[in-house]
């Protein structure tokens, strides 16, 4: 048998008929709300800048009064940031979500005046490479007793997992403070679908505590529109703030924080 080029006529004119039927089908598909879902999976590169202080008492030396801005710490980053929603379609199964994201910044400076740091002082005018590395992995299990298509509000419980490194070293030698803190948070959820495909969003957890070795307070909120123009796909931008105000004892050392990260974000929305 010898090919001809017009047998393929047919197969060509069947996939432009079903390619011109999935556009529509597709668009059509915005006219489900931007929360309506059972999974969500949100990607993010999240923009923070680091803001406040932090202060380190080590063996009973008190510890300097340190501006993240002393020590050039608070240039932007980009910081990958990952969540993971579930709504059990399930009537008194609460929903899920899961998080974590990670963040590190390293800069070196010129001291404009003398620090203590830890059992460590650093003099004025001396030249110091400073880190801060923090990583926050967190879970809550949360009710929406107003979930409809136009609005929903909702409560819930979690927990914060934060990892918190920070460090100064100059030509003498090296300081560092590192803490594993475990925060149980009260969680508020909020949407506003202001069309089928575009929605408003809010969510914030947080606790003022004053148990196991932790006095003070820790909050995280964000605030994003998501486009959702197709069924299983969207798009999501926001802004993000998470504060630390709190000190921290285990064993001789104290640290104190009051460190904020915010910033603008974005990303992609997958949900299902």
Do not use: C
Request: net charge negative; aromatic share 10%.
């Amino acid at each position: 048998m010898v090919w001809a080029p017009n047998e393929g006529a047919p197969v060509r004119r069947i996939a432009l008929t079903l390619a011109s039927l999935a556009v529509p089908v597709a668009i059509s598909a915005a006219d489900t709300e931007a929360n309506n879902f059972w999974i969500r999976i949100q990607a993010d590169a999240w923009m923070p800048e680091l803001g406040g202080g932090v202060a380190f008492q080590s063996n009973g030396t008190a510890g300097s009064d340190i501006d993240m801005e002393d020590l050039k710490l608070t240039d932007g980053q980009v910081v990958p940031m990952i969540d993971v929603y579930i709504k059990p379609p399930i009537p008194f199964i609460p929903n899920i979500h899961m998080g974590v994201y990670t963040f590190n910044v390293g800069e070196t400076a010129t001291l404009a005046s003398t620090i203590t740091f830890g059992g460590t002082t650093f003099t004025s005018g001396t030249v110091v490479t400073s880190e801060v590395d923090l990583a926050d992995a967190y879970a809550e299990l949360y009710y929406m007793p107003l979930d409809l298509d136009v609005a929903g509000l909702g409560l819930g419980l979690g927990v914060h997992g934060l990892q918190t490194d920070i460090s100064i070293e100059d030509s003498g030698g090296r300081e560092k403070f590192a803490t594993d803190v475990v925060f149980p948070v009260i969680s508020l959820h909020a949407h506003v679908n202001i069309l089928d495909s575009l929605g408003i969003e809010i969510e914030g957890n947080g606790i003022r505590a004053d148990v196991g070795g932790i006095d003070g307070m820790f909050m995280d909120g964000r605030a994003q529109l998501v486009w959702r123009p197709f069924n299983w796909f969207g798009l999501n931008a926001g802004f993000r703030g998470v504060m630390l105000d709190a000190d921290i004892e285990e064993d001789q050392d104290k640290v104190s924080f009051d460190l904020i990260l915010s910033g603008p974000y974005a990303g992609l929305v997958a949900q299902f």
